[in-house]
T-cell receptor, first 114, second 113 residues
């Protein structure tokens, strides 16, 4: 039973264009969402997060949108750069719950072509 | 400031053996999380330790166990290794019980032959 789903295993985008990575979740108790980026042979690195009290958070070229009613979030990268090529993981947590850990999606491999 | 460090980087074991993986969290971080990333799968939550105690456990058999030491470093032990245990094992740490913005180590690549 996957609580966090990234339905697109891969995405290919031209340099300079927008990359949109999607994530769906099923657990309504999730109240904090994060995106991590992972290069091969490295651990995931934190990219951007959003609390459930917001619907948008922006950090430079990266913007995360949250649609609570649809249980959907997305990461927008504008403009995309070849260095953005990596696997992107969506993660969710329940701050008020006892679980205490992040639940990750399976990841989306982004390829940005020059 | 040093990040999360894991050792060894690579580990090759024979089926049936035991593997021990180690993790040192960022200084000041008290919570340590272990994740397994098998081929084609996302990060599967294994174990969470905080202040020396196991706080939560993922859907893994009991042969996956671990502990956290007084200095907050942690050990993951996998007994009776099976071929499907071959994966990248990632350790992450956070400050106190806040599980946001967990910082990950580079992982230990375990290969069971």
């Amino acid at each position: 039973d996957q609580q966090v789903k990234q339905n697109s295993p891969s995405l290919s985008v031209q340099e300079g264009r927008i990359s949109i990575l999607n994530c769906d979740y099923t657990n309504s108790m999730f109240d904090y969402f994060l995106w991590y980026k992972k290069y091969p042979a490295e651990g995931p690195t934190f990219l951007i997060s959003i609390s459930s009290i917001k619907d948008k958070n922006e950090d430079g070229r990266f913007t995360v949108f949250l649609n609570k009613s649809a249980k959907h979030l997305s990461l927008h990268i504008v403009p995309s750069q070849p260095g953005d090529s990596a696997v992107y993981f969506c993660a969710a947590s329940s701050m008020g719950g006892s679980q205490g850990n992040l639940i990750f999606g399976k990841g989306t491999k982004l390829s940005v072509k020059p | 400031e040093a990040g999360v460090t894991q050792s060894p980087t690579h580990l090759i074991k024979t089926r049936g053996q035991q593997a021990t993986l180690r993790c040192s969290p960022i200084s000041g971080h008290t919570s340590v999380y272990w994740y397994q990333q098998a081929l084609g799968l996302g990060l599967q939550f294994l174990l969470w330790y905080d202040e020396g105690e196991e706080r939560n456990r993922g859907n893994f058999p009991p042969r996956f166990s671990g502990r956290q030491f007084p200095n907050y470093s942690s050990e993951l032990n996998v007994n009776a290794l099976e071929l499907e245990d071959s994966a990248l094992y990632l350790c992450a740490s956070t400050r106190e019980l806040l599980n946001t913005e967990a910082f990950f180590g580079q992982g230990t690549r375990l290969t069971v032959v």
